[in-house]
């Protein structure tokens, strides 16, 4: 197989404030194979957006302090320098953002949007830029586009602002294209449009796509394989489908209980998760999910756990359970059991899973 | 748009009959100075103040005076006459406004320039050392008294009385002839007009450019690849300037009106200068006239900026 076109690995961001340190990606690693999705799964501050703004070259900044490996195309980005940084950026890796109206300039027209996102990487007169930027607005589905590329950004719905910001990142047809929360700002309706319109580009255009969301549903729309942040970590990996069949980690199973679904019966309650992330300055020692956890045991508050293989293919988590114990319980909840049916029916042991940690062992690398 | 300006347009005219009767009722009737006792000369008889009073139309009622004022006004645009030395009030002020024109547009391209120059550099540095020197030297020029600041200026650079020769100073420029001649003379009292000005507006773009710098749209322009230099000047910048456009309208207009101290101070025929001597002397009508005048550049200039505004801010439609 192919070298994947971004590898990330063992990424940290730590943010140096008066605080004291934000450890705001805190060893992540992942890989993304050219023209495939991945979508990133978590809460707000689990690091989902910190770590594509590194692979961006945006968290750049006295305070930052980046390790780690980010290997695009075989070059490493946090070794490239900025100017290197910034012919990829835009060019080769481009972004659209949550909210559509306020990502785009209210003072200047689209059309000079896109022309000049196309001419920062391409030495091309206005008017081929202009040529390009409506062919753009025309293949993400931008009505008369020889019109609206005078208009400018408040002239457009939502929805349209989205397709103009996608327009705006694949005009220099990037390999990759990180989506950050794109379709939060929107209306339900209109979210499936993007949705459908970033995988359809994804198709015709060969764009590899990473999808950042805290929306499970989303992903299961876009993603062939999905990550699961929390605080700053990777807890669980898999392809979409083995993440929502069978799914190993506890926080996974906390939201995919909190989605409401239309096939599960009317009088069932969605089940929240309790609690809040942890303080990324000062991490709990042991499992960060252990405070919100309903199935912690006393020995998950001293461990750290590591990304270890579970059931099926590329499937890695990093929960404390054993393995069988995980299974155990996530048949229980997927049959409508609550967590605390689940956990009255399965005996769960204080004994840590096969892939943990001993005790007291330094835990270098997720 | 053409409607909007005629609209605004006629609520200039009645706000300027507003402003009229205000200044005639302020002057009239409280106690001013009898500009019939002004005119009447040393120990005069009560019979020559009551002429002069006659002849100036000042034994007439109030509302009749207004009304006759008014009827001067807009009928033959005659401000009327100064009460000191009879001169018609409007040959009075066009002789002068072309000074205080060149005076008030020099300082204002001095202190744009600097005061956007310095804002940036400022925001750019944010907490550095540069921030830190710039933004007290501002704090120290938005202090200083203008007043006092000529002085000063005149004390250490004026050619004739200063430490060092350097610059024209007090009165020079009545007896320059050429725009540049003029230009040169004016340069100190240039400089000390803007100080206080450029100091405000630095501040006003530091935090404006601060603010923009965090908004989503910066992040885009710099996802894009831009260099940071293009992402502060075209992205950054000319969001955070259009606020400081419309203070400098505002400014302008209200230094037609006279920048009082600055041509007092350097000795300088303007509008300005003209009201301060008014005031000094009683001079009612010459002081009614100033003030419509810096009532009407206001006006005008509000006016412009807004027009303005819709070409600065695409989304602001009239």
Known sequence: ?366 | MAAYILRRLLWTVLLLLVITAVTFVIFYVLPSGDPAKLRAGRSPSPETIAAIRHSLGLDKSLPVQYWEYIKKLVLHFDFGNSYVNDQPVKTLMFDRLPNTMFLVFGAAIIWFVAGVFIGIVSAVARGSFWDRFLMGGALVAISAPVYWLGLVALYLFANDIGVWHVFPGAGAYQDAHGFFHKAWTLVMPWLVLSAAFAAIYARLLRSNLLETMSEDYIRTARAKGLREKRVILRHGVRSAITPVITVLGLDIGILMGGAILTETVFNIDGIGRLSYDAIQRGDVSTIQGTTLVLALAVAIMSLVVDVLYAFLDPRVRY
């Not at chain 1, 199973?253 to 309790?274: F, K």
């Open chain 1, 1 to 366: 197989m192919a070298e994947p076109l971004l590898q990330v690995e063992d990424l940290r961001v730590h943010f140096e404030t008066e605080d004291g340190v934000v450890k705001a990606v805190d060893g992540v690693s992942y890989t993304v194979d050219a023209g495939k999705a991945l979508g990133i799964v978590g809460e707000s501050g689990s690091g989902k957006s910190v770590s594509s703004m590194t692979v961006m070259g945006l968290t750049r900044a006295s305070n930052a302090h980046i390790t780690g490996r980010i290997l695009f195309d075989g070059k490493d980005l946090l070794a490239a320098s900025d100017d290197e940084m910034r012919a990829v950026r835009g060019g080769q890796i481009a972004m659209i953002f949550q909210d559509p109206l306020s990502s785009l300039h209210p003072f200047y027209r689209v059309g000079d949007q896109l022309v000049e996102a196309r001419r920062v990487h391409h030495d091309e007169s206005k008017a081929q830029a202009r040529d390009r930027a409506i062919e753009m607005l025309s293949l993400v589905g931008i009505p008369d586009p020889r019109r609206r590329v005078d208009s400018y950004p408040h002239e457009f719905s939502g929805g349209m602002r989205q397709r103009v910001m996608t327009a705006m990142a694949l005009i220099n047809d990037p390999k990759l294209l990180i989506a950050d929360e794109p379709t939060t700002a929107l209306d339900v309706t209109v979210q499936a449009q993007i949705l459908e319109l970033i995988q359809k580009l994804q198709h015709e255009l060969d764009t590899a796509v990473v999808m950042i969301t805290h929306d499970l549903g989303v992903v299961a729309e876009v993603a062939e394989e999905i990550a699961v942040m929390y605080a700053g970590r990777i807890v669980e990996k898999g392809h979409a489908d083995t993440i929502f069949a069978e799914p190993e980690h506890p926080y996974t199973w906390g939201l995919l209980n909190s989605i409401p679904r239309l096939d599960t019966p009317r009088d069932q309650e969605l089940v929240p998760i309790p609690g809040r992330p942890p303080s990324l300055i000062t991490r709990p020692p042991g499992c960060s999910f252990a405070p919100r956890c309903p199935y912690v045991r006393e020995a998950h508050r001293r461990v750290d756990p590591v990304l270890a293989s579970a059931e099926g293919a590329d499937h890695t988590v990093a929960c404390l359970l054993p393995s069988q114990t995980r299974r155990a319980l996530w048949s229980r909840l997927r049959a409508g059991a609550s967590p605390e049916e689940a956990k009255e029916a399965v005996n769960i042991p204080e004994t840590l899973s096969e892939s943990a940690p001993k005790e007291g062992e330094e835990v270098t690398s997720a």
